[in-house]
Structure formats: structure tokens, C-alpha cells
């Protein structure tokens, strides 16, 4: 995942970043710290979306979202008011 979270953004204490994984159709984001209004976005190489939610987290809570049978090139993006972060996979 590359991006900018936190730092120079907001003036303030900020959650720790967001792990990502991927894991046969299952698309796994883990959060250290409480986080609310993350939106997470998969698009596939054509530009079409797969899967946008925003969700709230709990410290050290797992969100997993199935992706189904599809397969190519994707880009996963988390998006919040502290950053973004943007990561590619292939299924």
C-alpha cells in the first residue's frame, strides 16, 4: 500500500495505518486503532467497482468483504479524512 495517512494532514493524535490483505476472495482490513467513516474502494483495470463501503472499525478489529469469483488486476483504496492509501493485486 503507498499513500499518505497522518502525518502534515491533521494536527492531531492519528490512528495508526490500516493493513490490507488479500486471501484466496477475501479482502481483509485490519486497524490497529478505532477508525469511523473509512471508505474502502476495490476497482478493477477497467475502472469498474467491485466493492465500495465506508465502515467503522474498533481497535484492533477485522473487516473482511467477499470479492467473489472474479479474477485480473484490482486496486484496493482506503480513503479518510486522515489520508489515503492505495495498494494493487491480482486474483
Not at 476497482?43 to 463501503?53: F, R
Not at 484490482?74 to 494493487?88: A, I, K, M, P, T
Amino acid at each position: 500500500m503507498e499513500g499518505r495517512w497522518g502525518d502534515n494532514i491533521i494536527r492531531t493524535i492519528f490512528p495508526k495505518t490500516p493493513e490490507v490483505s488479500v486471501n484466496g476472495s477475501v479482502l481483509s482490513v485490519y486497524c490497529p486503532d478505532a477508525i469511523s467513516d473509512l471508505t474502502i474502494e476495490v476497482v478493477s483495470a477497467d475502472g469498474n467497482v467491485i466493492l465500495k463501503e465506508s465502515v467503522t472499525i474498533s481497535s484492533g478489529e477485522t473487516v473482511r468483504f467477499t470479492l467473489g469469483e472474479i479474477t485480473g488486476t484490482y486496486q484496493v483504496r482506503l480513503n479518510h479524512e486522515y489520508g489515503y492509501l492505495v495498494g494493487d493485486f491480482a486474483m
